[in-house]
């Protein structure tokens, strides 16, 4: 087993840095983050349609810096890290989603918004 | 494991030094877990934001479409992943053994943040001079914190690029220094993750 006192520049953490690695994921995201400027910018799509467009194009992007950044993979150096993520992502959501939920569910019981305010408004998740 | 002795009050849960443990496997999958926890803040700074982010909470202020300009925020995105696969370029340095290129490689990384902190800055400071400070409205607070807190976690790693720049020449590719470049990298790498989702949460789909 390696020791701490072997060469630390030959552990597995170290040796999985790769220039071709690091510069395609690079490439991806600013591509992926480019496509979803140009759907914005475009403003062809409705608040719905932009939310699940742009929102998948994030997630390419976050899938490609897991691989291509941090350098998740089923290895045995790498395994508990993808482990941990997949265990914490289901508190990314339930964080963001439960509280949009609640207080989506709060605004449309409580409040009366008069017209002229509402068609100020602008869609956001909450409404 | 075998154990010869009994755990007691001064038994220590990690041992620098000894064979059978791995300081850097052990440090960095302790990082990786803080960072998960980091990134559990900026979950809960997005759900005060997607709540406070209604005309209602503007207060007859400015909303999300007012104040973010997407195509500025992709000069700004270009900035923060060039300067995450610099830094990360410095590491496949550092694992050819070449310091100069490691320094140059960071050197690279903290003007790219500079740059993308510029921007940032830039942004609020001209919001609060039109008297759209953090106080003018709920809305204008969710966003100033959650803006202001990725960039404090950028100075973080630039002060940590500044003390690896004094560290390397000084002490070499020990494994104290190595397994601190490593958890810078993933550190900044996680900048450039969480900005991603500011982006394309904050600038895109509030414009």
Redesign the interface.
């Known amino acids: 087993m390696a020791g701490s006192h072997s060469d630390p520049l030959a552990h597995p953490e170290v040796r999985q840095g790769s220039a071709v690695r690091y510069i395609a994921g690079f490439i991806s995201t600013v591509v992926l983050m480019g496509a979803a400027l140009v759907v914005t910018m475009r403003h062809g799509l409705d608040y719905q349609s932009l939310v699940e467009v742009v929102g998948g194009l994030a997630a390419l992007a976050l899938l490609s810096q897991a691989a291509l950044f941090y350098g998740l993979d089923i290895s045995r150096a790498q395994i508990w890290k993808g482990v941990s993520l997949i265990l914490t992502v289901p508190l990314f959501i339930i964080t963001v989603g439960l509280t949009v939920w609640m207080f989506q569910s709060l605004d449309q019981r409580t409040m009366v918004m008069p017209a002229s305010n509402a068609a100020a408004s602008q869609p956001t998740l909450l409404q | 494991m075998a154990h010869d002795t009994a755990p007691t009050a001064n038994t220590r849960l990690f041992r ?10 052990a440090r ?2 302790g990082f ?2 803080y960072m ?1 926890s980091d ?2 803040l900026f ?2 700074l ?3 934001y ?2 406070l ?4 909470n503007a207060a007859g202020g400015p ?3 007012q104040i973010v300009n ?2 500025e925020g ?1 000069w700004q ?2 900035a923060i ?2 300067s ?2 610099s830094y ?2 410095a ?2 340095a ?2 050819n ?1 070449n310091r100069g290129g490691t320094a140059l490689g960071i050197v690279a990384a903290i003007a790219l943040a500079v740059v993308f902190l510029a921007f940032g800055v830039n942004d609020l400071t001209t919001l609060a001079a039109h008297g759209d400070g953090m106080d003018r409205s709920g809305y204008l607070s969710a966003y100033f914190v959650l803006i202001l807190t990725h960039a404090i976690h950028m100075g973080i790693g630039i002060l940590w690029m500044l003390v690896m720049l004094v560290q390397i020449p000084r002490y070499g ?3 104290m220094v ?2 601190r470049m ?1 958890n810078l ?2 550190f900044w ?1 996680f900048q ?2 969480v900005w ?2 500011v ?3 904050v600038y ?4």
Not at chain 2, 204 to 207: D, H, K, L, N, V
């Open positions: 620098p030094g000894y064979e059978g443990h791995n300081q850097i496997s960095t999958l990786w877990l998960l990134a559990l979950t809960a997005f759900a005060a997607a709540v982010d209604t005309p209602m909303i999300a479409s997407p195509v992709f995105t270009i992943l060039g995450v696969t990360s370029l590491t496949v550092m694992k053994g590719f020990n494994e190595v397994a490593l990298r993933m790498q450039a993750t991603v989702c982006y394309v949460y895109m789909i509030g414009a």
